[in-house]
Every structure is written in C-alpha cells, then in structure tokens.
C-alpha cells in the first residue's frame, strides 16, 4: 500500500484495521434503522408521574448517534494514537485511519481531493468562520448571503469589513425570492466574491435551488458557498466537478446532525484557496517550519487543522456516512418525505393552529422534514413545554438561531424585533416571538408524526393540563404540580 502516511512501512494492513473498525454500515436499512439508533427505548418522565418513551422530534438541533458509529469508536480506541506525530504502529495507524476518513467524507460529498481540500473542523459554525477568515476579499468587495441563513452563515460575514447583501424571502412559504438573488449577483458583477446559501433551512425546511444559484454566482464572476448542515443527511448532496458551472465552491457542516455526535465537522474547498495566507488559528501542526522570525505554513488541509485533530470525531462522521449509505440517501430521503407528506396532510386541516414555510402536503417542490408551527393561541414556550412535559415529545421552540428569518415569517416590524432584542440584552424573555419546530430523521416513524399531531390536536382542544410560569433560569416554562396534574395523561406510542 502506497498510501503517503507512512502506513505502506508498516507490518499489519492498516485496510483490514480500518474494515474492522469502521464496518460497512453493519447491513443498516430502511426498515432496521430504529435498532440501530442508541437511545430510541429511553423514557421521559411526565407531568402525572408516569413516564413514555421519548419522541425526539428535534433532529434539526441534533440527531442520535448511530450505534455503529459507538461500535467503530470502541473498536479503534484500542488502536488509538497520535496523528503525524511519531513512527509507533499505533500513531501511524491513527494517522491511516484519520487520512481514510477524509477520503470517506470526500467520495459522500464528491469532493475531488486532487482539486478539493477536506478540512475536518469542530462543526458548521467553526467552517464558515474559518471560510470567513480564508476567502481573500478585497476593500469594497462583497459578499451575497440571505435571509434565511442560520447565524453561522451570517455573522461570519459581517466581521470581515466587507459589504454584505442580503437576498430576501417571501413571506408567504419562506421561499428564496430568486429574482432578488438574481438581480443582486447581476447588479453586483466584477464586486461580489462569493454568494453563501443554505442547502436547507432549519426553520421552514426549504431546499434553495443551489445549482441554479451556482450557475448564476459563477456566469457572474462569483463563487458560491452551502451551508450544507441540513441538508447532508437528509438528501444526496454532492460538489460537482471543478469544471461544472453548477459545481459548489465550498461547503460546510455538522457530523452532530448526521448521527456522529463526537465534536467534527468538515469544511470543503478548492486546495488553492486554503494554500495562501495565515491560517485563522495557528500553532502546532500547521507548520512545515518555524524559526525565531519565520513560518513556513503546511499544505492544505494540515495548515488548518490547528493542534491535535480530533480522530475520534473523523471516525465518528465516517462511520455514520457507510451508514447512511447502507440505508441509501435517495431510501432515506423518500421515507423523509413521505412523513412530512403525512405530517403537513393532517397539520393542514387542523384548526387553530398556523404552519411557517411551505405547506403543500403533495411536496410538489422538494422541502426536509422540518415543520415551524404555533398553535392554540400559547406561546411557542409554552406550547414546547406542554409536548416536553405532558407527552414526552422533544421540539425545539425559539428562533432557531436565525432572528431575521424568522422576524419576517412572522411578520414582525423592525421596530418590535430591536425591542424585543433590548428586552432579551436585559434578561426579559416572556414575551420573545418564535415558533415551535419539528424535525423528522430518518428513524422517526409514522406512528410518533400521528403522535404529536394528536397531541397538538388535544393541547389546542383542551389547553394543557397544569398552569406554567416561566422559569427565568431556564429560560423556559415549567409546570406547576398540583393534585390535578395527576390525573390520566394520553399515553405515548409504544
Ligand atoms: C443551517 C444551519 N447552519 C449552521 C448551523 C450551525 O451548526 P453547528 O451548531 O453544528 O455549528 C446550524 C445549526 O443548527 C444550522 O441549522
């Protein structure tokens, strides 16, 4: 084996280590996919003192982990060692395993490594950060991202000192408003660098057209980054060739939202964006030489992988991709869908109650399994506690991290969002708009989407079962026990 990582001296084939510790997805499918989750049989105690199994309905935040990616984790700790760092058979079989694990996230994405750099970070957030830093961008340049973005891929931008424009929504499904994004990346040519969007929102579930976006970026002189966190685990997803104008220049994610909860990430890239410059964090491993007054960096990706890499986290992503390619991503996808299909067909007819997004239950357009929705008058807070505490439902509620998507789903002025952000600075959180969402993974099944339809059904029918107060530390409401909270609670789906 000539593999440049020093393997090709050792004794034992680090191939057959690497077999045995990552698995082939260990015959993972459609229809077992629930034994191989860690977790699923846990319960959640109620508020009547009884407890149900835990429906986690917030996969958007973060998924479970797959139980072989724990099985591959435990089975290479025995060979654990330091990457690049010295010639012993279990450094150098680290070092194997961690540069097979770049080649696995490479061949998921269609990252070509002899253009691309695979660069494993600590998640989405750190990789369009450290694209932020990367991205050379000259005074009066610009950078085109929208309003739908998830922080991370706002934030970035801004503390460049660049112009950053921002491509509207339409309020009615959330959607892109592509004649905006168009007119700006004309409007913009010979100025905008790069135009960064989402592959899919994590509040409404839209799915951008990023080929179309890609193709428009780059007739214009721009390149185009995804923020891919939603999207990877969801749908197919892949860069495209170097030479296609509907490639993807760069993208990022999260190996948390992909079933390998252990700290990684990945951000991609052409090799010879990352080969020019100071890396955003320096120190040990991003050199090939330092003297008293001088560095000379290490190629891409070791010149961005600042300090001791985290193996485990790259094994974790590996080992969840076979996975998710033993089940198939185009399998998986279809099952997603047709959940949310189910899900959107009942929460469509329900009264009183008011969905965010796109609401076509026929998913005539392509969206992910994540639902943004109010209901029964309560406020987002409220209505998450009730599922948490009364039916041992897990959905997230708030802003999702992305106020200025949600500010115009809402309908909400200007003027009241800068109020209600002087109010959260000071500590108030009563009254914060947000929503309640809920995001299906590939576990989930169409008994737990009947479930919380039925549970919002009765909570908008009868209200909840206890009085809530708002608990400042938390955050959050919580419920005040009383004699009558002990009476039956609807049981959960077994
Ligand atoms: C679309 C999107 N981008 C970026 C992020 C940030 O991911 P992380 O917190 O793993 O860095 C999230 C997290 O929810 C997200 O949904």
């Known amino acids: 084996m000539k593999s440049g990582d020093?393997?090709?001296?050792?004794?034992?084939?680090?191939?057959?280590?690497?077999?045995?510790?990552?698995?082939?997805?260990?015959?993972?499918?459609?229809?077992?996919?629930?034994?191989?989750?860690?977790?699923?049989?846990?319960?959640?105690?109620?508020?009547?003192?009884?407890?149900?199994?835990?429906?986690?309905?917030?996969?958007?935040?973060?998924?479970?982990?797959?139980?072989?990616?724990?099985?591959?984790?435990?089975?290479?700790?025995?060979?654990?060692?330091?990457?690049?760092?010295?010639?012993?058979?279990?450094s150098l079989l680290s070092t194997h395993i961690y540069e097979r694990c770049r080649r696995e996230v490479a061949d998921f994405i269609g990252a070509d490594l002899s253009y691309h750099t695979v660069i494993f970070v600590q998640n989405a957030t750190h990789a369009l950060n450290k694209l932020a830093m990367r991205i050379c961008m000259p005074q009066g340049h610009m950078v085109l991202t929208t309003v739908m973005e998830h922080h991370s891929n706002m934030l970035p931008w801004r503390k460049l000192g660049c112009t950053v424009e921002y491509v509207g929504v339409r309020p009615d499904d959330g959607a892109l408003d592509l004649n905006d994004m168009k007119d700006k990346i004309c409007r913009n040519e010979g100025r905008l660098c790069l135009v960064t969007v989402s592959g899919g929102s994590n509040v409404t579930g839209v799915i951008p057209p990023i080929r179309r976006i890609a193709r428009l970026a780059h007739a214009h002189g721009a390149m185009i980054a995804v923020d891919a966190t939603q999207l990877v685990a969801h749908r197919k997803f892949k860069m495209g060739a170097s030479d296609d104008p509907e490639r993807v220049d760069f993208a990022a994610f999260s190996a948390h939202k992909m079933y390998a909860p252990f700290g990684s990430g990945v951000l991609v890239g052409p090799r010879w964006v990352f080969e020019r410059g100071t890396p955003d964090i320096v120190g040990g491993g991003t050199v090939s030489g330092v003297t008293i007054d001088e560095v000379a960096w290490a190629d891409p990706p070791e010149r961005e992988e600042a300090g001791t890499p985290n193996l485990p986290g790259a094994l974790a992503l590996a080992t969840a991709i076979r996975t998710l390619e033993s089940i198939g991503m185009d399998n998986l996808a279809e099952h997603e869908r047709e959940l949310t299909r189910r899900a959107l067909a009942k929460l469509t007819r329900m009264e009183g109650l008011t969905l965010f997004g796109p609401k076509d239950p026929s998913l005539g357009q392509d969206r992910l399994g994540v639902i943004a929705l109010n209901a029964g008058g309560l406020s987002h807070a409220k209505l998450a506690a009730i599922l948490g505490y009364e039916w041992g439902i897990g959905a997230r509620n708030g802003c999702f991290c992305a106020h200025p998507y949600v500010r115009e789903l809402l309908g909400i002025s200007m003027e009241e969002m800068q109020a209600v952000i002087r109010k959260l600075a000071s500590g108030d959180h009563a009254t914060t708009p947000g929503m309640v969402r809920a995001s299906l993974g590939v576990y989930n099944s169409a008994e737990e989407v009947d479930y919380f339809v039925e549970a919002l059904q009765r909570i908008v029918r009868f209200g909840p079962r206890a009085e809530y107060v708002l608990d400042a530390n938390r955050k959050g409401y919580i419920p005040l026990l009383s004699p009558s909270t002990s009476a039956a609670t609807p049981g959960a789906v077994s």
């Not at 977790?39 to 835990?54: C, I, M, N, V």
């Not at 025995?78 to 760092?85: C, T, V």
């Open 6 to 90: 020093g393997s090709d001296q050792m004794l034992a084939d680090p191939a057959d280590i690497w077999q045995e510790c990552a698995g082939n997805g260990s015959g993972v499918n459609l229809q077992n996919v629930r034994e191989h989750i860690v977790g699923l049989e846990r319960e959640a105690p109620l508020l009547d003192g009884r407890k149900a199994r835990y429906v986690n309905l917030d996969n958007a935040a973060t998924t479970p982990s797959f139980k072989p990616v724990l099985a591959a984790l435990s089975r290479f700790l025995q060979w654990y060692g330091s990457i690049h760092r010295s010639g012993g058979f279990k």
